[in-house]
């Protein structure tokens, strides 16, 4: 069973950036399609970005494109979420889950990480 370990939140004033890491335990990483998802305060955990297994291909959510970007390093068996001109509404915890699919499907993830809090003062 893959652990995944969310880190690199934190207060941050709008407009700027910060850059989240997810590490993953054991040695299957590099076969896991990996994705990135936050939840505010009483709403549904949204779906932010995914990379394919190899890193070949990224899809993101319309909220965030070209502002987050998804990347992942297979030796150290991390993925990485940069995220620039932040904005208060991005104010959340944040989440790895792995997926057998590349897909913006929240249901079709698991082993969820603890997550990583984010707040961006206006």
């Known amino acids: 069973q893959v652990q995944l370990v969310e880190s690199g939140g934190g207060l941050v004033q709008a407009g700027g950036s910060l850059r989240l890491s997810c590490t993953a335990s054991g040695s299957r990483f590099t076969r896991y399609t990996m994705g990135w998802f936050r939840q505010a305060p009483g709403k549904a955990r949204e779906f932010l970005a995914v990379v394919r297994w190899d890193g070949r291909t990224t899809l993101y959510a319309e909220s965030v494109k070209g502002r987050f970007t998804i990347s992942r390093d297979g030796d150290k068996n991390t993925i990485y979420l940069q995220m620039n001109s932040l904005k208060p509404e991005d104010t959340a915890v944040y989440y790895c889950?792995?997926?057998?699919?590349?897909?913006?499907?929240?249901?079709?993830?698991?082993?969820w990480g603890q997550g990583t809090q984010v707040t961006v003062s206006s």
């Open positions: 889950a792995k997926t057998s699919l590349l897909t913006r499907n929240t249901d079709e993830y698991n082993s």
